[in-house]
Structure formats: structure tokens, C-alpha cells
């Protein structure tokens, strides 16, 4: 029998959401399309670097959508793609959480 316990199903889910930013970048997403500026706004404390690398990892992973219009100066837009919507459930019960218990 293998047990691999790096396989467990909550460890799936925190090899897409594991980390400081992502779940902030993707509650972003959930529920609107974002350019990379205002993304960085909406993501308070976040360097442009650390914010690129987690956009092109998640990119890479099939959770968001990158879209290159063809204008100067160059216009990308961020958004969940159809399997990045399956998180909507998991990032709802977090910030319903997060609301629950949040210090006074």
C-alpha cells in the first residue's frame, strides 16, 4: 500500500491556496476581472515581484486566466478560470470564518 501523506486531500487543497497571498489574490478574483495594478492595490503589503510570481503560478496550475490585449501600452487583465471557480465554496466558508471570528 503507498501512503504518500503529502497526498492527502487537504494538502492538494493547500498546494493551491497554501501561502500569505493566494487566498487574498484569489478572493479578489472570485467575483470581478482585475488588471495587475489594481490587483496589487486590492492586495495590501504585496511587492510586485512576489505578486507576478504567485499570478504565474496559479496561472501555470490552471486557476487563473491571463488575458494579453494587443494595445500600447500592453493591457492584462486576471481572472478565475472555470476551474478556479470550483474554489468559490472554499474561499466563501473562509472569509464567513473570518467574519465569524474576527477580533473585536
Not at 478572493?27 to 496589487?40: A, D, G, I, M, V
Not at 504565474?56 to 472555470?82: D, M, N, T
Amino acid at each position: 500500500m503507498n501512503t504518500c501523506t503529502s497526498c492527502s486531500p487537504v494538502n492538494v487543497t493547500l498546494g493551491v491556496l497554501g501561502g500569505k497571498w493566494r487566498p487574498e489574490i484569489l478572493w479578489h478574483l472570485n467575483s470581478q476581472t482585475l488588471r495587475f495594478s489594481e490587483l496589487k492595490k486590492l492586495t495590501s503589503g504585496i511587492t510586485q515581484k512576489m505578486l507576478t510570481q504567485e499570478l504565474r503560478q496559479l496561472e501555470l496550475q490552471g486557476i487563473i486566466v491571463r488575458k494579453i490585449y494587443p494595445v500600447v501600452p500592453p493591457k492584462v487583465e486576471y481572472s478565475l478560470s472555470v476551474y478556479g471557480h470550483t474554489l468559490e465554496p472554499i474561499l466563501k466558508a473562509m472569509a464567513d470564518w473570518g467574519r465569524n471570528h474576527k477580533p473585536a
